[in-house]
């Protein structure tokens, strides 16, 4: 588990958000791959918030 929210260069799907989040909370990617996936079954600002993260998340240089 990380202490930063940091998208990583290895792992990305798409944009690394997913990835990133899981590093940050000690999951595996997949489950929050998942989870983000139903959670579009719902209605809310899912794609949003993605979005936002995909641009304020910085980065991991290695």
């Not at 798409?14 to 595996?28: H, P, Q, S, T, Y």
């Not at 929050?32 to 600002?45: A, E, I, K, T």
Request: charged share 15%; proline share 8%; with cysteine.
């Amino acid at each position: 588990m990380t202490n930063t929210l940091t998208r990583p260069q290895h792992k990305r799907v798409i944009a690394g958000v997913c990835a990133g989040l899981a590093e940050r909370f000690g999951w595996k990617p997949n489950t929050v791959r998942l989870l983000f996936l139903l959670s579009c079954l719902l209605p809310g600002p899912q794609f949003v918030i993605y979005i936002i993260l995909w641009v304020m998340m910085p980065n991991r240089g290695y």
